[in-house]
């Protein structure tokens, strides 16, 4: 009956969202943010740990929503790590044009490697109300390296 | 087919034969569509009706002394005295055409609400309204100093007549502001009752009608109620058409709402007078041609019969709860005694997103979220659910599919 449905729910998605990695709350974070799409239900709070030289040490999240939104987040701290904050939005952005398109032509060599793990999203593009659920994420990370109070939202 | 279908004379399959939209595939499956509680589909009957108005007998209604204006007003009064047989009101005056059902509500926060209710006041709704039914209270608390209070839910997703009780109690209630039938829960509320226990206090009652009006009849006279709204897109009519029934002494003691034009007597620089009701709370050109619509729709339910589009969502409401109930993992948000073909639910191990995008996939639509009611969802302590509701041209096989479609998900997600 869902067989055609296996391009949007891979099983690397079904996996993450079942078993989101660095699902935790970071007690010594420098950053926090919350996520929240009221209309839908999704719900995340993320925090960042940063490196001295202002690299992100480390990146967990928790929150209820979606197989799409828990995983993009799982996937998303675990490709985070190490980047500086001007390289995560860099990678956000190019995310959420994957998301919105489905490809990625100007991803670049440098971002070639992180593009390929997160390319497992690029099936939402075919669902136009479920692109929000992917975003998500990203842009409550924008909000917690800019370090704004408010909830970031993709509604 | 079903022995009560085929017993009140109802045919599924013709009635969705006057349904153009319901013959079309989605990605290659036939439409299975269970959201009309969100919005219903058009019927043949409406949509020529609209196109026939607009092609034949459309200008500006009270306006006119030509021969097309005169036509398009006695159209558009005439759908008014439809709308007043239908909800059996004693008088065709007590029917305001507005925009929506919550425009309608909005209207009776503003001018009900703060020309005559006084700061002190208490008004009641319940934890089971639409949004619609909830914000115009909240703004009308937080600007004229009104209270609101909230009637509990029970665990069945019933209406606590026991707590609606006890905050009438002081009598400082003036009025009662709840749903006829959820969105989400289906439960169909004791109108007679509110209205009986509402007047004992002191209070008037309003009900909102937007899910009931589809699925039963509601007959003004018989309820006792002070207002009832409904809106045309749910009844098979079309969008930006809503109705505000209220007792003629009240909407004569209330004052307009929107100002403009129609809705004054005489105006100068200085002041105005407004027109006398109905008109004195339409101001502005109106949806004619929704109106005329709206008609129409009323004349295709009246066609068909309210008692047999009953018996045969009765049957769908039957075939749902033992379909729906029997599946693992599946919990069902209500199980009122008295309830509508609305059906919210959630899976154990899929989200409600998820699972509306799988259900897309088989050609069902149903509606994922909150439905416009968040604290009923934090009430049952449920983040989102998926919603099914359905229409006179549902069928038993397509709740069948559902079921079917419903378990195999499970399965996909597990």
């Known amino acids: 009956m869902f067989d055609d449905l296996r391009d949007l729910y891979q099983e690397v998605i079904l996996d993450h969202g079942r078993k989101p990695r660095n699902f935790r709350r970071l007690e010594d974070a420098d950053r926090h943010a919350r996520g929240d799409n009221p209309m839908c239900g999704d719900r995340m709070e993320l925090w960042v740990k940063l490196e001295a030289d202002g690299r992100i040490a480390d990146a967990a999240f928790q929150g209820k929503g979606c197989a799409i939104s828990m995983a993009s987040a799982s996937l998303m701290t675990e490709t985070v790590r190490g980047k500086t904050p001007a390289e995560a939005h860099a990678l956000g952005d190019t995310f959420r044009a994957l998301a919105m398109t489905g490809t990625c032509p100007d991803c670049g060599a440098e971002l070639a490697d992180d593009m390929e793990r997160l390319q497992v999203l690029g099936g939402v593009s075919e669902y136009p109300s479920r692109v929000k659920c992917a975003t998500l994420a990203w842009h409550t990370l924008n909000n917690a390296l800019d370090d704004k109070q408010e909830a970031a939202s993709s509604e | ?414």
């Open chain 2, 1 to 414: 087919m079903d022995g009560a279908v085929v017993a009140t004379g109802f045919d599924v399959a013709r009635v969705r034969q006057d349904f153009p939209i319901l013959s079309q595939t989605v990605r290659g499956k036939t439409l299975v569509f269970l959201d009309s509680g969100a919005s219903a589909q058009k019927p043949r009957a409406v949509i020529d009706t609209m196109v026939r108005t607009m092609e034949t007998a459309y200008a500006n209604v009270h306006r006119g002394a030509y021969n097309l204006s005169e036509k398009a007003t006695a159209a558009y009064e005439a759908a008014r005295a439809a709308v007043a047989r239908f909800l059996n009101a004693a008088d065709e005056r007590e029917i305001v055409f507005t925009s929506s059902s919550t425009a309608a509500i909005n209207l009776v926060a503003h001018s009900y609400g703060r020309g005559v209710l006084k700061a002190g006041d208490a008004v009641l709704i319940s934890e089971m309204e639409h949004h619609a039914n909830l914000v115009p209270w909240q703004m009308l608390r937080d600007a004229h100093g009104v209270e609101l209070r909230v009637a509990r839910v029970t665990d069945a997703g019933e209406l606590d007549m026991a707590d609606v009780e006890a905050k009438l109690e002081d009598g400082r209630v003036k009025l009662v502001a709840v749903t006829h039938m959820s969105n989400v829960l289906g439960t169909v509320t004791p109108a007679e009752r509110l209205a009986t226990l509402a007047h004992a206090h002191g209070a008037k009652l309003l009900l909102d009608g937007s899910q009931a009006a589809v699925h039963r009849r509601v007959d003004m006279q018989a309820i006792g109620c002070d207002f009832y709204v409904f809106t045309g897109h749910k009844l098979y009519g079309p969008t930006g058409i809503g109705v505000l029934w209220g007792r003629m002494e009240l909407l004569e003691r209330m004052p307009p709402f929107l100002g403009g034009g129609d809705m004054i007597a005489e105006v100068s620089l200085e002041r105005f007078l407004p027109a006398s009701v109905p008109a004195k709370f339409e101001a502005g050109t109106p949806p004619i041609i929704e109106a005329i619509g709206l008609h129409a729709a009323i004349d295709y339910v009246e066609s068909i019969g309210m008692t047999a589009i009953e018996a045969h969502e009765r049957t769908l409401v039957d075939r749902a709860t033992t379909k729906l109930s029997a599946i693992e993992g599946l919990t069902l948000m209500g199980r009122a005694q008295d309830r509508g073909g609305v059906f919210a639910f959630a899976l154990d191990v899929a989200h409600a997103h998820d699972l509306a995008t799988l259900l897309d996939r088989t050609g069902i639509a149903v509606r994922s979220g909150r439905h416009c009611a968040e604290p009923l969802h934090a009430r049952f302590n449920v983040e989102s659910t998926c919603r099914a509701s359905f229409g006179l041209y549902t069928t038993v096989e397509e709740i069948d599919y559902l079921a079917e479609a419903l378990v195999k998900a499970r399965e996909f997600f597990s």
